[in-house]
C-alpha cells in the first residue's frame, strides 16, 4: 500500500524522523527541537484554510457591520478549528490511511457516494471564492487592466505550478507556503499598524461575548469560514508526509505532539491575521454607510479612501495580501481535491490528470461566474456570503464522520479519543448542526416564495436533516463488529486493538 504519496521524494525519509538506538517502541522519544523542525509544514500548510479569501470577506464584513463585536467568536471558531485538526492528524498518524478512504471502508457504499458528493460540493464552493478573490486581487495590481476572467485564467495556471512543485518534494512545496504565509502576515500587519484599531475595543471584544439578530448571519459565515470542511479530510493526508510507523505506539505519539505544537503556532498566527483585518475595517467602517455594500471588490478602494496613501498606498498592500490568500488557498483546494476524489471513489488516475479533473471543476463554474458578474461588487458579494453558507452546511458532513472515526476503538486502538474529549467534540458538532440549522429556517422565512419552490427546500431541509441523523447512528451499535471492516488495514498491520 502506498502511504500519502508514491513520489519517493515528497517523503521525509524514516532516518529523518526515527532515532534507531532506541528499541522500546511503546516509549515516547525525548522532546527534540531538531525533530519538531522536521515535522514542522503540515500544519502551516493546512492552516491556509484559515486565511483564504472566503475568511478575509467574512473579517472585513463582520469588522464593518459588527464592529469588535464577533471577535470573541473568531477566536472560539478558531479554536474548534484548532482541535477538528488536531482530530484529522490523529486519524492520519494513527492509522496510516486519510480520511476519504477510511470513509470509503467505513460506510455503506450509497453514503460514501453522498460523502463524496458533499465534499466535492463544499470544494467547488471554497474553489469559487479562492479564485475569485486571486482574481479581484490581479484586478487591483494591475490597475484593473486586467478582467476578472482573466485573473481567474491566470490563476487557473497554479494548478501545474503545483505539480511542478510537488517534484521537487515536501519541503520545497511548504517553503512556498511558509512565504505566502509571511506576506500575508507582513501586509496585514501594516495595515493594522498604519491604521491604529482601538486597543481597548479589541481586548473587549475577545472577551465579551456579544450577539444580535443584526450579526447572526455574519457570525455563521465566521464558522463557516474557519471549519473549512474539504481540508478536515486533507489534513489526515498531509501528516503523512512523515513516515511514521503505525505499529510503533511510541512514534505516533511523537508524531501527534509534534503536530499539536507545530498546529497551535500556525493556527495562532492565522488567527492573528484574521484578527488583524477584522480590526482594520471594524476601526474604518463599522457605523457608516459604507459598512452595507464593503467586500472583496472594492475594500481596497474604500481603505484608499479612508486611509490615504501613506508610505505605502494600502490599496496594494490590500491586494498583495488578497493575492497571497488566494494562491496559497487555490493550492491547497487542488491538493485536497485530489485527496477527496482518490479516496472516496478510489480512482487511479495519473496525479495530472485527477489534479486537471479537480480544478476543472472549479475553474468552468468560476469561470461562470466572472463573467456575467464581472465587477458587479454586489453580486459577488452575495456570492460569497452564501458561499460562506454553504461551507457551513456541509460542515457535519465532514465532522460527523471524523468524530465516528476516531472514537472507533477497532479502527484507533490505544489513540481512540477518550469519553471527555468525544464528549467535547460532539458538543462542538450538535452546535455546528444547530447553527445550520438557524440558516436553513431563516433561508425558509425570507426568501422561499410560492408552494412549489417551498416544498423544494422543505424536501432538501428534510433529506439534509435525515442524512446527518443517519451518520450519527450508523455507529457500533448498528453496524456491528465484524472482522473484516478493515481488511486493508489488517493486511498491513495497522490496527492497534488487542496490542
Known amino acids: 500500500m502506498k502511504n500519502f504519496h508514491s513520489n519517493p521524494n515528497y517523503r521525509i525519509s524514516a532516518a529523518d524522523i526515527e532515532a534507531s538506538e532506541i528499541i522500546d517502541h511503546s516509549a515516547v522519544p525525548p522532546f527534540s527541537w531538531k525533530k519538531l523542525w522536521q515535522f514542522t509544514g503540515p500544519g502551516f500548510l493546512m492552516s491556509i484554510a484559515f486565511l ?48 476519504a478512504e477510511l470513509c470509503r471502508e467505513y460506510y455503506p457504499r450509497p453514503a460514501t457516494l453522498l460523502l463524496w458528493f458533499t ?16 482574481a479581484i486581487a490581479i484586478n487591483i495590481l494591475s490597475n484593473r487592466v486586467l478582467p476578472l476572467w482573466a485573473g481567474v485564467l491566470i490563476t487557473a495556471s497554479d494548478c501545474f505550478v503545483f505539480l511542478f512543485l510537488e517534484n521537487y518534494g515536501v519541503r520545497k512545496l511548504e517553503a512556498v507556503f511558509a512565504f505566502l504565509i509571511t506576506t500575508m502576515a507582513l501586509s ?51 501528516v503523512q508526509s512523515r513516515k511514521i510507523d503505525p505499529e510503533k505506539k511510541g512514534r505516533v505519539q511523537e508524531a501527534l505532539n509534534y503536530y499539536t505544537i ?13 484578527l488583524f483585518v477584522t480590526a482594520v475595517f471594524a476601526k474604518g467602517f463599522y457605523g457608516t454607510e ?43 483546494g487542488t ?6 476524489m482518490g479516496g472516496f471513489l478510489d480512482l487511479r488516475l495519473k496525479k495530472q490528470l485527477r489534479s486537471l479533473i479537480t480544478r476543472s471543476c472549479a475553474i468552468v463554474p468560476t469561470m461562470i461566474v466572472a463573467i456575467v458578474f464581472n465587477r458587479s461588487e454586489a453580486s459577488l458579494d452575495v456570492l460569497n456570503e452564501w458561499l460562506n453558507v454553504l461551507q457551513g452546511l456541509q460542515i457535519p458532513f465532514a465532522l460527523i464522520p471524523l468524530l465516528t472515526l476516531v472514537s472507533d476503538e477497532e479502527l484507533m486502538g490505544v489513540f481512540k479519543v477518550g ?35 417551498g416544498l423544494v427546500v422543505c424536501t432538501g431541509g ?38
Not at 76 to 86: D, E, K, S, Y
Not at 119 to 134: P, R
Not at 489 to 498: D, E, Q, T, V
Open 52 to 99: 483564504d479569501p472566503g475568511n478575509l470577506e467574512g473579517d472585513l464584513q463582520a469588522g464593518a457591520i459588527a464592529g469588535y463585536s464577533l471577535l470573541w467568536l473568531l477566536m472560539w471558531a478558531t479554536l474548534m478549528g484548532l482541535l477538528i485538526q488536531l482530530l484529522s492528524a490523529r486519524l492520519g498518524v494513527a492509522t496510516g490511511r486519510h480520511m
Open 462 to 499: 428534510a433529506a439534509y436533516a435525515a442524512f446527518i441523523l443517519y451518520l450519527i447512528s450508523y455507529g457500533p451499535a448498528v453496524r456491528g463488529f465484524h472482522s473484516t471492516r478493515f481488511p486493508m488495514l489488517r493486511s498491513k498491520g495497522f490496527a492497534y486493538a488487542g496490542n
Open 290 to 332: 459604507q459598512a452595507k455594500s464593503i467586500g472583496l471588490v472594492n475594500a481596497g478602494e474604500y481603505l484608499q479612501e479612508r486611509y490615504g496613501v501613506g508610505l505605502f498606498p494600502i490599496l496594494y498592500i490590500w491586494g498583495i495580501g488578497l493575492l497571497a490568500a488566494g494562491q496559497s488557498s487555490t493550492l491547497t
Open 188 to 238: 496585514f500587519a501594516y495595515m493594522f499598524a498604519d491604521t491604529m484599531p482601538s486597543k481597548k475595543e479589541l481586548v473587549m471584544g475577545l472577551i465579551l461575548p456579544r450577539l444580535s439578530s443584526k450579526t447572526i448571519k455574519k457570525a455563521v459565515g465566521i464558522v463557516g469560514c474557519v471549519i473549512t470542511p474539504h481540508n478536515v479530510f486533507l489534513y489526515s493526508a498531509l
Open 119 to 134: 465534499a466535492e460540493v463544499a470544494l467547488i464552493g471554497a474553489d469559487i471564492q479562492e479564485v475569485i478573490g486571486s
Open 262 to 274: 507545530e498546529s497551535s503556532i500556525a493556527v495562532f498566527v492565522t488567527f492573528t491575521i484574521n
Open 419 to 453: 469519553p471527555v474529549m468525544e464528549r467535547v467534540v460532539w458538543t462542538v458538532t450538535a452546535m455546528v448542526v444547530v447553527i445550520n440549522g438557524y440558516v436553513l429556517l431563516e433561508f425558509f422565512v425570507s426568501m422561499v416564495n410560492g408552494v412549489l419552490f
Open 335 to 340: 491538493y485536497a481535491g485530489q485527496f477527496i
